[in-house]
């Protein structure tokens, strides 16, 4: 199971963190994804973390803004957003799979354009994200 929260109303040019608790699975041996997801448009991922949090990996307009950590001894993710414009608008989800460890080492910083549509195994429940301009 993952649960996100720290989602809520920003002004532009505010920050937001977002957390993702895990439970459940070992954690500690999953890469995780945040995802967003817009009506009318096609959801993408916004960042990834490998396992051991050495590596992390950004959606274009999100580099230099956001930051992805996690704490593997308190099984939680945590997405910090600053300088958030309206167009970071939207419902966001972490969520995990089997396969996204072994795909982020065999595709690198290409992996966040390519798993935006995959079925992952854990989902959370999404926590909306409101810029105001």
């Known amino acids: 199971q993952l649960v996100e929260s720290g989602g809520g109303l920003v002004q532009a040019g505010g920050s937001l963190r977002l957390s993702c608790a895990a439970s459940?699975?070992?954690?500690?041996?999953?890469?995780i994804a945040w995802l967003r997801e817009v009506p009318g448009k096609e959801r993408e991922v916004v960042s990834m973390?490998?396992?051991?949090?050495?590596?992390?990996f950004y959606l274009d307009s999100v580099k230099g803004r956001f930051t992805l950590s996690r704490d593997n001894a308190k099984n939680t993710v945590y997405l910090q957003m600053n300088s958030l414009t309206p167009e970071d608008t939207a419902v966001y989800y972490c969520?995990?799979?089997?396969?996204?460890?072994?795909?982020?080492?065999?595709?690198?910083?290409?992996?966040?354009?390519?798993?935006?549509?995959?079925?992952?195994?854990?989902w959370g429940q999404g926590t909306l994200v409101t810029v105001s301009s």
């Open positions: 969520a995990t799979d089997r396969t996204l460890e072994g795909i982020i080492r065999e595709f690198g910083q290409r992996t966040v354009g390519m798993m935006g549509q995959l079925d992952y195994d854990y």
């Open positions: 459940g699975f070992s954690f500690g041996d999953y890469a």
């Open positions: 973390i490998t396992r051991s949090g050495r590596n992390t």
